[in-house]
């Protein structure tokens, strides 16, 4: 199924963008008349039907509608450190949108050696992996901040009612870690938020401040796993775990 | 943690071929005295004292051992149709290793459009993720085999007391799926097989002939994955239900 994204719908009528409209029109050989899918990113995907068949300013009439259309059960964000090698988190994205996140925000910790991240890029590639999955909503994406006012700005007061995991590798006095699985599986919480570290893993410092504001310390099990791995690993558990 | 492969370890001597021992002597200036480990691919991990420090074949003498060092406590066969993009297939096998996983099988199915498979590339990316990962043993990889031999070669007879799954995407007369997570929840076998279709699905004769060779139909849930997705999607699930 070929879907194209609009972020300009104004009641029945449908605006692709540029890009949208030569896919549509010059690629796809699209003309007036012919019924299309259009998601609108947030969760709803529209039957229409092209009335305008412009390559650079295409138009659709929608006929029908289907909201939260390959949704999940659950609400994930995703907050993981970028990789030295950017192709590795553009994986991860890619991945995790296929299997289901609903919000991914690159945070940069003390050990993090890449501290640039590049969101219009980013927000392309969530987009290419919605629609080849088949989902209405696309992953939002953050602009990159640092650990500690991620965890300040989303620590206890803030975002109750969602749990928040933080995984890191080492133990010691206060930072004993539970596994992913077993913290899911104590839970009742549909809303989540899972923070995974750099190669250089997140500071004691970091990992502390983020317990003292009530991030519950996990580990993902004995596999030693790359950031990306990582980060997929506890989109497949979230995944799983709400799997019936 | 650097590590060393040795396929040729002889009593307490392990013996480097030339790429292992170009990159210990030349590359990372190690010399006789030094000590590295050594792993032999099949679970062990040596540590060792260089007794040779010759580029292209170098040697060392074993001073402590560890077996079964980095293992999981399952084994998983994971036979999976090639993607037509090569580097899909490779990211899979990398994750998967990293995660854990036993043995790989390129399967040609009737709607696989990639028909060939290099193996010996796809030995150099299972070594490199096993040393990346820090564990004994590399995942082995079969030669490409079509989907039915595969079906019959494993099959009602063969390799009982092994949970066999096949996952793919339509339901129909005799052909309902269970999910992966529920079958896994069932079952006490530790031995598991997992056969992934490729970009068009197996057909509904090759899912038939696995079901009658006592295959048990599975899904990986509501998402759309790619056949690279799916294959890690299946691995997770092993390695997250036997998490503690």
Not at 28 to 33: E, P, S, W
Not at 105 to 122: C, N, Q, V
Not at 204 to 232: C, M, Q, V, Y
Request: charged content about 30%; proline content about 3%; aromatic content about 6%.
């Amino acid at each position: 199924m070929e879907l194209f994204f609009s972020d300009n719908i104004d009641g029945q009528l449908c605006r692709l963008d540029k890009e949208e409209s030569g896919h549509c029109i010059r690629v796809l050989r699209h003309r007036k008349g012919d019924e299309i899918s259009i998601i609108d990113g947030l969760g709803t995907k529209y039957l229409c039907k092209i009335s305008k068949d412009d390559p650079s300013a295409a138009e659709a009439i929608i006929t029908g509608s289907e909201k939260n259309w390959g949704s999940h059960p659950y609400h994930l964000h995703l907050a993981v450190c970028p990789t030295k090698n950017a192709d590795r988190y553009e994986w991860m994205m890619e991945k995790a949108t296929e299997i289901g996140v609903d919000v991914i925000s690159p945070i940069i910790g003390e050990h993090s050696e890449r501290k640039i991240f590049k969101t219009d890029r980013a927000r392309k590639i969530l987009l290419s992996a919605t629609k080849q999955s088949l989902k209405g909503a696309v992953p939002s994406i953050n602009e990159a901040s640092s650990v500690r006012n991620f965890i300040i700005e989303n620590g206890t007061g803030n975002m109750d009612g969602c749990l928040k995991l933080i995984a890191y590798c080492f133990d010691g006095e206060d930072m004993e870690r539970t596994s992913i699985k077993e913290i899911l599986n104590k839970s009742h919480d549909h809303e989540i938020m899972i923070m995974i570290g750099p190669e250089g893993d997140f500071s004691k410092e970091e990992a502390h401040l983020a317990i003292d504001n009530g991030f519950i310390p996990i580990h993902l099990g004995e596999s030693r796993l790359r950031t990306e791995t990582a980060g997929l690993t506890a989109c497949e558990a979230v995944y799983l775990h709400f799997m019936k």
